[in-house]
Structure formats: C-alpha cells, structure tokens
C-alpha cells in the first residue's frame, strides 16, 4: 500500500497511489494530476542523520562517527512532493541530499536491535536541503542551513514495510535537469535502519508518522534556481522538487 | 487572562480564566500550548560569559553569528503537575527556568519593531537537560528525553505583562529558593529572537520559543523525589515532581 496526503480544495485528503500510479480517496474517487497538492505523507518528529555514509564522510572529511550523529527539523520545512523550494539570495552553496526516510508505525521506546524492524511503518524519500554558507559550529548543523521553511520535501507517499523486503540494498539517485549527479546504496549505511529506531527509542519515545532521514552519500552539488531536483529510492518512490529564487518565493507569498 | 488546557474523554479543552485561583491546579494540566517548540541556547549572559573563552578554541573557532537554537520535540512536552522522569544512569539532570514566548499570529519574516505584534502571551518552561557539555553537536540526547519540557500551568495575555524583558525568574526545589534570575539576562531580547528564528522559519499560532536558560550549575541540579518549582513575576508558578525514570 503506499499512502499519502493531498491539498484538494483547501482541504487535506488522505489518500492511497494504486498500481497505475493514480491517486484515490478513501471514497474510491480517482483525482486528477494538476488538480491537487502534493502534502508531506506524515507528521512528527523528524531526525535527519548526519555522515551516516562512509564515502560522504570522507567528501566531508569528517572521519565516521562513533554513535549515530542526529539532528531535528522543525515541521515547518517539510513540503510536498512536486513543489518548490527558494533559494535565498546571496548564497554560494546550496545542495541537495537524496534519502531514503523511515516512517515509524507504532510507538516505540526502548526497542531491542532484533525487534526494532516490527516498529518500522513504511519508507517515504526525502531530500534533505542544506545551505552550507549558514554553518556554524554551534549545534551543527543549525536549524538555519537545515529547517528552513521549504527545505525539506519529503514524499510523494509512504510505502508499506512489508514492500520493501531489503531496505539496506536500495540504489539512491539524484538527478538535476534530468543529468544524474548523485548515486550511492543504502547498502553503505555507517548505522543501519534497526540500529537507528533502536538507537532513537533508547533516548525517547518514538511515535506513528516519527520520520528517520538516513543520510545521503557522496555526489553533492550546488543547486540553481530554475533546476529541476529529481531524487530517487529504488522501489520506495520518485520525489521531484523545483528551486526557485527568493525574489520569486516572496511574491508568491 | 490566563489561557490552559485540559483534557476530557481523550478530547483537549482549551479554558480562559481571569485570575489563577479559578484554574483547578489539582486536576493536572496540558501542555499550555501544543505547536513547535524552539529554544535559544547561549542566552544567557552569565552563562555566555563563562564559555567565551572556548568559543574561540576548536571545535568552535569563533563566537557564534547568529542565536543558537535547538528544539524540543512533543515528547519532552508535559504539562503543571505532571512527573519529570530522569535517567540514573547517565550523570546529573539539571532544571532550565525559563520564559516561554508564545505566538499569536502567523509570523513570516517580521521585523524586530512589529515582532511583539505576533506575541499572545507568556509562560513558564522548565527546559530540562542532562550536563551540557558541548555546544558543538545538536544537543537531542541531553534535552529531547520524554518528559523534559514542563510548560504552563498557563498561558498569560502579553496585554497582562508590560515589561517581559524585565520580569524576575525564581527556581525552588523542594520549596528552598535555590536559583535567581530575570529575562533581563537575555542576549538576544524577545524582540531579536521572534525576528531572527521568523526570518527563515515561519512561526504558527500556538508555537513557542524558549527564550534562554542560565547556566546550569548544581543548584540546579535535580534528583528523583525532589518537587521543582519555577516562577515567573506576573506569570505564575510550574510545578513538577520529579521521579527516576
């Protein structure tokens, strides 16, 4: 099953993508492409992983962390598949990170690393945007290079667990403009999909729609207004993204 | 006027009073407010003071640009009354008095002069931590533990507090006043901080910034069985007990 959430008349609809990847209400009602919203698929809390692939590690030249390496976002980030994030002016590097995301599906505290798989709902993609001018070393990454509003699209749906038999042999693309510039698998996990839900619930509860970005490998680039951001799990779903200029975001505001 | 919540057969009430006597502290409170909630760490003047110093050394090189913040995800949320639950096992828990700001109106990019427009109210946050022993990494495993975010017992009007930048914080444990402060020790005033954070995050109604909390020395620290208590002039008094986990 893969479920997700729509704006249809300024109303948000549950909805769920059948096999010739229409959508369809609850009612059975299928709704057109153009005619809705793309909304993030969940709500929760969200945790970004940080250099959780060996080869973005050493693109950053941070050697691989020890425990896994978390951060927040706030909700006012997320959007919807098929919208458009603004780029602020005056920036030199903005990049985008192609994720595969982990939808808790039941509440979850203190979850053995052998259970911790019965805790996982469904997989969604998320690109994961950072402005690096914005860095500081203070509670890095800050909320001001990662929680920006319209910085993180997340979607198009969630996909059931039980549909991905192997979340850890799954290929990760991005592509700008239709040229590949970022691929890796999630066969590279520094901490895989079990360590982190355990991991996380040892700190807190973990509750349905709680969001895990697993982290991006290698292949960054900067991204320009106008571009169009395409990024890809294997057999979990396509997310598309356009940037658009801060001039542009204002007015449509 | 005093703004609270409760819950009834599994359905939140949202409850106005004029004056504290009428709200029923003994029935044990919501979260007085349920959006986001943002923190300004290094808010702190004595605080900052003590860590100057090592802003200027590795990891951080150079003092911090901008306001550092953190946040408080919904599980750290508890309201007036409610048990703070702490680790045995991972060092000392301190309290984090501090004032709670909460968002009235919609705010995108507002402007340090309009900021207080977009204010409804004030509360008291209790925002709990583990030692904070490096401001270097995104602080979840210190401050993001179930039940470490006390908030309430109510919101105040800002109608109702004329000078927020000025208002006395006292912490007592176990009934002995065991720390002072005033958010007049704020960096970053109320002002800067609503305008900074709304210059790339978009604040919604009910969302809340904790505006900064002291540095936290043992008269600080809380134990298992001891009842903490914070209270801000002209706001009130959160109350919780605290329990091992």
């Known amino acids: 099953m893969k479920r997700a959430k729509i704006l249809l008349n300024e109303e948000a609809v549950n909805v769920t993508i059948n096999a010739a990847n229409q959508v369809v209400t609850e009612q059975g009602t299928i709704i057109e492409e153009g005619t809705f919203t793309w909304l993030p698929p969940c709500e929760g809390k969200a945790f970004v992983l940080a250099i959780n692939y060996a080869d973005h590690a050493a693109e950053l030249s941070f050697k691989a962390p020890d425990e896994p390496l978390v951060f927040l976002k706030s909700s006012n980030t997320l959007i919807g598949h098929d919208q458009k994030t603004y ?19 039941k509440e979850a505290k203190n979850i053995s690393l052998e259970n911790a798989m019965e805790y996982v709902g469904g997989y969604t993609v998320g690109n994961d945007y950072a402005i690096r001018d914005y860095l500081e070393n203070y509670y890095r990454p800050n909320l001001r290079v990662k929680s920006r509003d319209t910085c993180t699209p997340i979607g198009p749906y969630i ?17 700008i403009n ?33 969001m895990i970005f697993t982290g991006t490998p290698e292949g960054l680039a900067h991204v320009y207004p ?17 940037i658009i200029s801060e001039t542009d975001y204002l007015s449509s505001l | ?12 009430i949202n409850l106005q009073a004029q004056a504290a006597f009428e709200v029923p502290l003994e029935n044990n409170l919501l979260p007085a407010v349920n959006g986001a909630v943002i923190g300004v760490a290094l808010n702190d003047k004595t605080l900052y003071q003590s860590l100057e110093k090592q802003f200027n050394e590795k990891p951080h090189v150079s003092p911090p640009k901008t306001p550092v913040l953190h946040i408080k995800t919904d599980n750290t949320h508890i309201g007036y009354g409610d048990t703070i639950q702490i680790p045995s096992n991972l060092g000392s828990v301190f309290a984090g008095p501090s004032l709670g700001i909460v968002i009235g109106k919609k705010a995108c990019r507002v402007t340090e002069e309009s900021a207080l427009d977009y204010v409804q109210g004030y509360t008291i946050v209790n925002e709990v931590s583990l030692a904070e022993t490096s401001f270097y990494r995104p602080a979840v495993k210190a401050k993001c533990r179930d039940t470490f975010c006390p908030i309430g017992p109510w919101v105040v009007d800002a109608t109702d507090v004329e000078t927020p930048q000025n208002l006395t914080i006292k912490t007592y444990i176990n009934d002995t006043l ?25 604040l919604d109604v009910g969302d809340m910034i904790i505006a900064g909390t002291p540095l ?5 620290e809380i134990k298992a069985n001891d009842v903490v208590m914070v209270e801000i002039e002209k706001i009130g008094r959160l109350v919780n007990p605290v329990a091992a986990e």
Request: aromatic share 8%; proline share 4%; net charge negative.
């Open chain 2, 1 to 12: 006027m005093l703004y609270y919540k409760t819950r009834k057969n599994d359905q939140v």
């Open chain 1, 178 to 210: 239709g040229e590949l510039k970022q691929q890796g698998s999630t066969k590279d996990l520094i901490f895989n999909v079990p360590y982190l839900v355990s991991y996380l619930s040892s700190i807190m509860t973990l509750t349905p729609g709680d």
């Open chain 1, 226 to 242: 106008g571009d169009e951001v395409i990024t890809e799990v294997e057999g979990v779903g396509i997310l598309k993204n356009t």
């Open chain 1, 87 to 105: 780029q602020p002016d005056n920036i030199d590097y903005m990049h985008y990170e192609c994720e595969l995301v982990v939808v808790i599906g």
């Open chain 1, 159 to 175: 996909i059931d667990a039980n549909e991905v038999p192997d979340p850890h042999n799954l290929t990760i693309r991005t592509y």
């Open chain 2, 178 to 202: 065991c720390h002072e402060t005033s958010t007049n020790q704020m960096i970053h005033s109320i002002e800067q901080v609503i305008a900074y954070i709304s210059s790339f995050i978009t």
């Open chain 2, 216 to 220: 936290r020395t043992e008269s600080l």
